[in-house]
């Protein structure tokens, strides 16, 4: 089972600042690297697939990167909008996995 | 839009069978894999496994003694049955839309269905 160990665990970040989120995967998983944001009571919402492609409607703000083993979900300019749990899910082998989740807060 | 809906009991007793069905509205259940993913409280996201539309599925090794997952397409639906529960698969179950591909990210999700499990 490939494990994915995102760091950081939180973050109290301050709006219009920019948040790095990292993924690492404990084997090569190629592009196959999706991130998902979760709000409190809902359910999450598939916000970057394939590593860097951005779903449909998803603010410009949120982007990604990386292949391997090493990825990247980055915010530019917070916004108060943008606290929440975010997750990173692979889709390379089975079981798929999902990291553990950093949780954004808002100062 | 797709949407999608759980639909089942919200308590289930230790030992006994957990079964939830998915309605699939906005979109056909043709052509897609579905999957089903649950969150204990306070935890992460457990990939529970999925199914294609012609009914070849996938489990994950943890669950698979115990999980069965159907479709139906005439219905539009499919459905989780975990058989054996305990306290430990206390969770909110998700059922969604694996977008494209089996290896492609998971797009559209149900709201949840918070299923406790006790007696």
């Known amino acids: 089972e490939i494990v994915l160990t995102q760091s950081p665990d939180f973050q109290s970040v301050t709006p219009k600042e920019k948040v790095t989120i990292t993924c690492r995967a404990s084997?090569?998983?190629?592009?196959?690297l999706h991130w998902y944001q979760q709000k409190p009571d809902q359910s999450p919402k598939l916000l970057i697939k394939?590593?860097?492609q951005s779903f449909s409607g998803v603010p410009s703000r949120f982007s990604g990167s990386g292949s391997g083993t090493d990825f990247t979900l980055t915010i530019n300019s917070l916004e108060a909008e943008d606290a929440a749990t975010y997750y990173c899910?692979?889709?390379?082998?089975?079981?798929?996995?999902f990291g553990q989740g950093t949780k954004v807060e808002i100062k | 839009q797709v949407q999608l809906q759980e639909s089942g009991p919200g308590l289930v007793k230790p030992s006994e069978t957990l079964s939830l069905t998915c309605s699939v509205s906005?979109?056909?259940?043709?052509?897609?894999?579905w999957t089903w993913i649950r969150q204990p409280p306070g935890k992460g996201l457990e990939w529970i496994g999925y199914?294609?539309?012609?009914?070849?599925?996938n489990y994950n090794p943890s669950l698979k003694s115990r999980v069965t997952i159907s479709v139906d397409t005439s219905k539009n639906q499919f459905s989780l049955k975990l058989r054996s529960v305990t306290a430990a698969d206390t969770a909110v179950y998700y059922c969604?839309?694996?977008?494209?591909?089996?290896?492609?990210?998971?797009?559209?999700w149900g709201q949840g269905n918070l299923v406790t499990v006790s007696s």
């Open positions: 969604a839309r694996v977008g494209g591909s089996s290896s492609t990210g998971i797009d559209y």
């Open positions: 906005g979109g056909s259940i043709n052509s897609y894999y």
């Open positions: 199914i294609y539309y012609s009914g070849s599925t």
């Open positions: 084997q090569s998983i190629g592009s196959s």
């Open positions: 394939y590593a860097s």
């Open positions: 899910h692979q889709s390379s082998s089975l079981p798929q996995t």
